[in-house]
């Protein structure tokens, strides 16, 4: 006796166009919001327009970077620290950077100073969550990174900070004035460590570059913490990626 097909086959079909149109219509979706995007550079997120666009948000007149479109008391608060800086500063150069990553308006500005023993250079950040209007924290960027303040100051620690076994010269604790051989300073890493971590969510600044995500840290600031040292050279930042996005 033949089996019955036509019911089967007929459901199986209804149940193949079925998923085929439902595809398709996820993959057009897809498609036209990435065209709207990179076309008109806007996106509706919860009634919400946002711009990828940075001069929907920031616009340069003379050397001051001014936000619109943002928080008035944070366009406010970024243009007075970029007054402070210039104001009471001899500055030699100015180099700014910006950009929207993941709905965040990220802007670094890096000033060069003219000072007494050499040059050096003053860095202010500013990163926007344009969804909610409101600053991200350094611990949320640290979060977006999978990091921490601890892994940082480690990182720190182990490349700028520990003394190489062949240093012919005694150290001395910038906090307590004990005087150190290396191995004894080497030996309390640990305790640097630690000292550097509670240091760093008051000096550290990061930002998002080229959809990676950057700090930036004054060496004299990690000194302070732990061990003297000449101060033309402290004068330096460490600048480093600490992720991809």
């Avoid at 150069?93 to 990220?106: A, F």
């Avoid at 950040?125 to 990174?145: P, S, Y």
């Avoid at 990182?155 to 190489?164: D, G, Q, R």
Wanted: with cysteine.
């Amino acid at each position: 006796m033949k089996k019955k097909k036509g019911k089967n086959s007929s459901s199986k079909r209804i149940i193949l166009v079925g998923t085929m149109m439902i595809c398709i219509i996820i993959s057009m979706s897809t498609y036209w919001i990435f065209a709207y995007k990179n076309k008109y550079g806007y996106l509706h997120i919860n009634d919400k327009i946002i711009s990828y666009k940075v001069s929907d948000y920031a616009y340069v007149d003379g050397n001051i970077i001014y936000l619109k479109n943002i928080d008035n008391k944070i366009a406010n608060d970024f243009k007075d620290k970029q007054l402070d800086i210039i104001k009471n500063n001899d500055i030699i150069d100015i180099r700014m950077d910006s950009g929207i990553y993941n709905n965040i308006l990220s802007i670094a500005i890096s000033y060069v100073i003219a000072a007494d023993l050499a040059n050096y250079e003053e860095v202010l950040t500013i990163n926007v969550n344009l969804k909610t209007d409101t600053i991200v924290t350094n611990e949320e960027l640290l979060n977006m990174a999978n990091t921490s303040y601890k892994e940082i100051a480690t990182s720190i620690y182990n490349e700028y900070i520990a003394l190489p076994t062949d240093f012919k010269y005694k150290v001395t604790d910038s906090i307590t004035d004990e005087e150190m051989t290396v191995a004894e300073f080497n030996n309390n890493s640990e305790k640097y460590i630690i000292r550097i971590r509670e240091k760093l969510p008051d000096i550290m600044k990061l930002y998002i570059k080229d959809n990676k995500i950057y700090y930036v840290v004054r060496m004299n600031e990690i000194n302070k913490v732990c061990y003297y040292t000449h101060t033309d050279i402290n004068m330096n930042n460490i600048t480093k990626e600490i992720a991809e996005l």
